[in-house]
């Protein structure tokens, strides 16, 4: 009933947002209320200006280091029933948030809910609203901008954002709808590896791709390096989580070194593809619709240019 009473007397105008998670970061300025915001995560980095706000999380593991070293750390820390990362306390005092954005769906990504409410209770004075988002598809996402916005007093904007969004989609679909299908294999994580699940194989889909691994809603599966043999993709996608392309391309030396790297068809064809995964394709907010663009972009080249080449995306062999 207080933190009830405490979110009714608030006064809108004056309210400070702390978001937890680089996604909601872009809601709260795609929603025009990056004004709000009065602190951040470590990895909110879009756009720029956020980078000026103080952050008050940070890793509790060595984050430099190959895809299967950050791999070994981070499932020690779990194994322990840890937290990934750590949530500066004194920070969060002093930032004294109205509102804290952060989100369910993955202990690996950000910030847990447990953490943050544990935090809330230890440190703060008062009952700030706690919002948690837990996109696992499209469709979650855009109910966790409508939430938002709801927390934001900012209803109506949110409906305009949803409804430009989706038409900015429905119109891609269209123009990809006619074209060759080409099967996709989208990689996650290089070592061990992991395809991409949640909202990618949508996109792959709405992109005019067939996707050959991982499923709508669900996690993001590990994956065999026999399995990719096996279905022998038309295009692979590296899109590692937390990674962008420079970072990507150092890791690739681990597929290569497969003995059977370069029998697949997509190698063979010259149609592997490295993306910045952290930028776009694993950070659901409204940038998904510009992820969706690159996905074009790679699968029918000579057909659409949205000006992501070398940005988002970049051809490895």
Known sequence: MEAFQNIQNMNYDLMRVLSLIASSTEIVYTLGCGDKLVG???????????????????????????????????????QEALSVYRID?????????????????????????????????????????????????????????????SALKVEKRGGLIISELRERIKNLRKMAQELEKRTVACIEWIDPLMAA????????????????????????????????IKRDPDVIIVMPCGYNIDKTKREMGTLRKMSEWDNLKAVQNS??????????????????????????????????????KNTGWRKYI
């Open 40 to 78: 951040r995560s470590h990895e909110c980095d879009f756009p720029l200006d956020v980078l000026d706000l103080p952050y008050c999380t940070e890793p509790k593991f060595n984050i430099n280091g190959s895809s299967v070293e950050i791999d070994n750390r981070v499932k020690s820390i779990l």
């Open 89 to 149: 306390e004194g920070k969060l005092a002093e930032l004294n948030p109205d509102l804290i954005i952060t989100q369910s769906q993955c202990d690996v990504c950000a910030v847990s809910l447990s953490d943050v409410e544990n935090a809330v209770r230890k440190v703060l004075g008062k009952n700030p609203r706690i919002v948690s988002l837990e996109p696992n598809q499209l469709s979650d996402i855009w109910n966790d901008i409508k939430k938002v916005a």
């Open 197 to 228: 699940g949640n909202w990618m194989p949508e996109l792959v889909e709405l992109a005019g791709g067939i996707n050959l691994f991982g499923s709508k809603g669900k996690h993001s599966p590990w994956m065999e390096f026999e399995d990719l």
């Open 271 to 308: 149609d592997v593809y490295l993306t910045d995964g952290n930028q776009y394709f694993n950070r659901p907010g409204p940038r998904l619709v510009e992820s969706l663009e690159i996905l074009m972009e790679i699968l029918y080249a000579d057909k659409f240019d949205f000006g992501h």
